[in-house]
């Protein structure tokens, strides 16, 4: 356990937690205000909108895992972070009135959400094995647990300073594109168990 706790990935993959949850719960909670307030749609249509991201999530959380079956879990961390990022820039860019020109937004954040919700116990495993992943596990849940506080009430204060969730979002894209590089700096499940066992060899 405390060899895990020494190796950069552990901290690499604590920081991807937080940065992706944070994006994630910032914006889950202030979905239905956003496509009101900056957009313009009926709470009805908004909701109807939160309602596609969640269905769609499924698919996430189903091919999350079987991706990381087949995958290096690198690429996959990436490309979850990529997806929620576009998802996000796509509603800046995009002059989105109506409920189906959320569609890509909805497949995008949707898709990468799912992700998320298997990925901590089985990135977890496959990065640091199954020796105490209780207690990795443990503390892996400390990040996103307060990323998920602080997300929504930054993106609350900055709505309440501009009149608009623009900045906000800008804010999430970015975060989001950092945990890209963030993801490919980690090292292959090889390397990471050999450096795990040689550090616990030494004690």
């Given at each position: 356990?405390?060899?895990?706790?020494?190796?950069?990935?552990?901290?690499?993959?604590?920081?991807?937690?937080?940065?992706?949850?944070?994006?994630?719960?910032?914006?889950?909670?202030?979905?239905?205000?956003?496509?009101?307030?900056?957009?313009?749609?009926?709470?009805?249509?908004?909701?109807?909108?939160?309602?596609?991201?969640?269905?769609?999530?499924?698919i996430g959380r189903v091919g999350g895992?079987?991706?990381?079956?087949?995958?290096?879990?690198?690429?996959?961390?990436?490309?979850?972070?990529?997806?929620?990022?576009?998802?996000?820039?796509?509603?800046?860019?995009?002059?989105?009135?109506?409920?189906?020109?959320?569609?890509?937004?909805?497949?995008?954040?949707?898709?990468?959400?799912?992700?998320?919700?298997?990925?901590?116990?089985?990135?977890?495993?496959?990065?640091?094995?199954?020796?105490?992943?209780?207690?990795?596990?443990?503390?892996?849940?400390?990040?996103?647990?307060?990323?998920?506080?602080?997300?929504?009430?930054?993106?609350?204060?900055?709505?309440?300073?501009n009149g608009n969730y623009s900045v906000?979002?800008?804010?999430?894209?970015?975060?989001?594109?950092?945990?890209?590089?963030?993801?490919?700096?980690?090292?292959?499940?090889?390397?990471?168990?050999?450096?795990?066992?040689?550090?616990?060899?030494?004690?």
């Open positions: 356990f405390h060899a895990v706790l020494r190796t950069k990935e552990f901290w690499l993959f604590t920081s991807y937690l937080a940065g992706t949850f944070t994006v994630n719960s910032g914006f889950q909670i202030h979905m239905i205000p956003y496509f009101q307030q900056d957009i313009g749609l009926t709470s009805a249509r908004a909701a109807v909108v939160l309602s596609m991201v969640f269905i769609i999530s499924g895992g079987y991706l990381l079956d087949k995958i290096d879990y690198r690429v996959v961390l990436a490309v979850v972070a990529a997806m929620m990022g576009f998802s996000l820039l796509y509603l800046q860019v995009v002059d989105v009135t109506t409920v189906p020109a959320t569609l890509p937004f909805a497949l995008m954040f949707g898709v990468s959400f799912g992700c998320l919700v298997p990925m901590r116990g089985t990135v977890g495993s496959i990065m640091f094995g199954t020796r105490a992943i209780g207690r990795v596990l443990g503390i892996l849940q400390g990040a996103p647990v307060a990323a998920g506080v602080i997300g929504p009430l930054v993106m609350g204060i900055i709505f309440d300073l906000a979002i800008w804010g999430l894209i970015v975060i989001s594109a950092l945990m890209v590089p963030l993801s490919l700096a980690m090292t292959s499940p090889a390397d990471l168990a050999k450096r795990i066992r040689a550090a616990a060899d030494q004690r």
